[in-house]
């Protein structure tokens, strides 16, 4: 079963970019969705961004228009590009991988994002 790791995360200045990484351990290119997550301290897990194997991208509200989601199948990579970050957007972040109607859901073990002067 295809495994994710993610990378990227740090600390950065309120206003700054960080690009976050998530790479799988086999083909993605079959993979339905993939996504990226957070879960700041004492809150639920959200769903940040996705984006279907067709290309198709889904963001929240949040972070629409700041965060751009990428996928490059050749390298098995999804990518997760955050520009003007606010201290809101700290959090760990995670990647996903879910097919469409079940059978694969894999996580990452989370990378840690902080935005703070």
């Known amino acids: 079963q295809v495994q994710v790791v993610e990378s990227g995360g740090g600390l950065v200045q309120p206003g700054g970019s960080l690009r976050l990484s998530c790479a799988a351990s086999?083909?993605?290119?079959?993979?339905?969705?993939m996504g990226w997550y957070r879960q700041a301290p004492g809150e639920q897990r959200e769903l940040v961004a996705d984006i279907i194997n067709d290309g198709r991208t889904n963001y929240v509200d949040s972070v629409r228009g700041r965060f751009t989601i990428s996928r490059d199948n050749a390298k098995n990579q999804v990518y997760l590009q955050m520009n003007t970050l606010k201290p809101e957007d700290t959090a760990v972040y995670y990647c996903?991988?879910?097919?469409?109607?079940?059978?694969?859901?894999?996580w990452g073990q989370g990378t840690q994002v902080t935005v703070s002067s």
């Open positions: 086999a083909s993605i290119r079959t993979i339905y969705r």
């Open positions: 996903n991988a879910r097919s469409q109607f079940g059978g694969l859901n894999v």
